[in-house]
């Protein structure tokens, strides 16, 4: 699987937009970009994934540019619940998810 | 639909001693993931089943670490003589489709396992 660079924490201020961006600048044709995130030690929450197209579910949208190189993860409205450590993981369909370092949110009111 | 169930929550056991997790998947769901999270540290996979079946274990260590998915029941996760570094949460996850599919992985709340 490829490997994926994100940053090691951001900021957000309750309520604002956060954008999480994410590096897969190997990923190749047929792997996935996939998004979960950690609540303090909660078991990993599924958000949302892609392959190509822009997603959008109840929780969250996927940017992912026309190159596939990056994407971002959009919360549109945070709350001080979204706080926690978001992973981005490039994944061949069905196999098993590599976990980095992942990006630690601190929603702030 | 209940989420992925495991049990115990917590187990403490003493070095030397065996420790079982158990995995109970979402309803119709047929593919298991263990993973592993030592303190302070990210999640590493450890082993995938489909039931009856071990897919991939590369990420299991070679001594004392087993896993089943039986027919009937739930995943169980064994390991054998515990010792202090096997100190760690473990989670299970299950998905409705394996290899070959678009599908997210569901999580169970994790074992906290603590070696005395």
């Known amino acids: 699987d490829a490997k994926t660079t994100q940053p090691t924490s951001m900021d957000c201020a309750e309520g604002r937009a956060a954008n999480l961006p994410c590096n897969h600048s190997t990923i190749s044709g047929n792997e996935y970009v996939y998004w979960y995130r950690q609540i303090h030690s909660q078991g990993p929450q599924y958000i949302i994934h892609?392959?190509?197209n822009n997603e959008t579910n109840e929780m969250a949208s996927l940017i992912i540019t026309e190159d596939r190189k990056s994407s971002t993860l959009i919360l549109p409205h945070a709350t001080l619940r979204d706080t926690a450590v978001y992973y981005c993981i490039v994944n061949n369909a069905g196999n098993m998810l590599t976990f980095g370092g992942g990006t630690r949110l601190m929603v702030k009111p | 639909n209940a989420g992925v169930m495991q049990n115990p929550r917590h187990l403490v056991r003493r070095r030397g001693q065996e420790a079982r997790l158990r995995c109970s998947p979402m309803?119709?769901?047929?593919?298991v993931y263990w993973y592993r999270q030592l303190p302070e540290e990210g999640l590493k996979f450890m082993v995938y089943l489909q039931k009856e079946n071990i897919i991939d274990e590369s990420g299991m260590p070679k001594e004392r670490f087993s896993a089943e998915f039986p027919k009937e029941g739930p995943s169980i996760l064994r390991i054998q003589q515990v010792v202090r570094g096997d100190s760690a949460a473990y989670f299970c996850a299950s998905s409705p489709f394996g290899q070959g599919s678009s599908n997210e992985q569901f999580f169970g709340p994790g074992t906290r396992l603590t070696v005395l």
């Open positions: 892609g392959l190509k």
């Open positions: 309803k119709g769901h047929s593919h």
